[in-house]
């Protein structure tokens, strides 16, 4: 009975107790819960992608925002720990990076804000910079996405703001 309410209050925290986190889609399964966020190129004169909400399922996730994930790139995935422990968000982007093409967040919501430690960029996002602040201020660190991220160093649990480029 404890370790069922135990387990209870332990889900509640990660899907339906973060503020603007939608609950699963789906029934509870074996699998964790992850989130996706889907995100469009940083466009010229912006410092940000325009990003969807989460969407957040312990089952598959098939679109976010109407976008189809099957015609989507995987740009960037974080953990909240070193060596790539416990996904915390998946973002998906309409275009694979190119010298003209990457994304990034100038600023996290306070569910992701100083959580991240290590990360992967994918889709030809090859490196990956953190920054301390928001609108990427303050000390940062800039490592290669491609092979991933393994730690953060300095940054790990204070990061308010990544991009990834090409």
Known sequence: MLRKALYTVIVLLLVGGT?????????????PTRCVIFLEPIQPGETESKASEPVCSTGKIDSVNGESLAASFLIARFY?????????????????????????????????????ASGRSYSGCNWISVYDGSYYFGPNYTCSGGSGCSNFFALNNYVSSWRTFH
Do not use: E, H, M
């Open 80 to 116: 909240d720990n070193i060596n790539y422990v416990t996904l915390l968000v998946s973002y998906i982007g309409a275009s694979a990076c190119s010298p003209s093409i990457s994304y990034g967040r100038a600023s996290l919501p306070s569910n992701l804000d100083n959580k991240f």
């Open 19 to 31: 503020t603007g986190w939608a609950k699963p889609t789906t029934a509870q399964s074996a699998g």
